[in-house]
């Protein structure tokens, strides 16, 4: 695909016939996936949150390119808050394009109208394009796959574990495709959070439906489901990486994120081995 080709060498300047081209073919692509999409069993890169930061997803491309037998796994949040949201997002699409057997683009909180209108990337290609466009980047989203699995049991999502979910037909089962999470299974994937407590789920600052999961919670989803690792992203910390349940849990942040992380990306090697690769 030769747009998709021209942006991952340098293109920025892409119009709004070319981004409904773009969005269009990751519609094409994800429109029939389930909602849990098959992962690699090893030689991946988990990649965290992006957030309109363009030099952090060409670095990991980069990375990308030295490992030529791996794949890359990104967990979601591409647009909003930073300096080059349309850019950032148009740069992901093109890659996941260009090597759809290599890369997973699963959905970030932040991939709903709701998020986007709020936090700038509604703004941004607003100021560059129209609502004409923005529609078309919501319809991309809304395809995205929110969880992969391998067959060696690596879970990875956005979030986390929902409230309720006692096999994989659970998370198979809900309709994501619509612009806003309108089902709580879909929603808590994309926005609940680990704590180390022992306890199972808590109600979550961040808004009505949303949960904090805790040891029993985890422990609980890990043996329903056969979940020997899981890897997520969705919060700030500032080394770019956090673990939890005795390591069985990383959760990664790959932008500066204005300064206040040293931004990580995450590979898996083999037998469940895992290093944090500094951006």
């Not at 609980?220 to 849990?249: A, C, W, Y």
Request: glycine share 8%; aromatic share 12%.
């Amino acid at each position: 695909m030769d747009l998709a080709q021209d942006i991952i060498e340098g293109r920025t300047q892409v119009t709004a016939e070319e981004i409904q081209e773009l969005t269009e073919g990751i519609r094409d692509l994800n429109n029939e996936k389930p909602n849990v999409v098959t992962t690699p069993s090893e030689k991946v890169f988990y990649v965290g949150d992006i957030h309109g930061d363009l030099g952090a997803v060409k670095t990991v491309v980069e990375v990308f390119r030295r490992y030529k037998n791996h794949s890359l796994v990104f967990l979601g949040d591409y647009a909003d808050r930073g300096p080059y949201q349309v850019e950032t997002v148009n740069f992901i699409l093109a890659l996941g394009l260009m090597a759809p057997e290599r890369v997973t683009i699963l959905r970030g909180n932040h991939e709903s109208e709701r998020v986007a209108i709020k936090y700038g990337f509604y703004m941004d290609v607003k100021r560059k394009h129209s609502d004409a466009v923005f529609r078309n980047y919501m319809r991309a989203f809304e395809s995205l796959p929110v969880a992969g699995f391998s067959k060696n049991g690596v879970f990875s999502c956005h979030g986390g574990i929902p409230e309720g979910v006692t096999s994989l037909v659970n998370l198979q089962t809900p309709n994501r495709h619509f612009v806003n999470f309108e089902d709580n299974v879909i929603l808590q994937l994309v926005w609940n959070d680990p704590a180390e407590n022992d306890f199972a789920f808590r109600n979550n600052i961040r808004g009505a439906n949303i949960r904090t999961y805790g040891k029993k919670a985890f422990a609980k989803f890990s043996k329903d489901l056969s979940v020997n690792l899981m890897f997520r992203s969705h919060q700030v910390f500032p080394e770019g990486i956090k673990t939890f349940f005795d390591g069985k849990l990383v959760s990664v942040f790959s932008t500066e994120y204005n300064g206040r992380v040293k931004p990580k990306i995450v590979r898996l090697g083999k037998e469940m081995q895992y290093e944090p690769i500094p951006l």
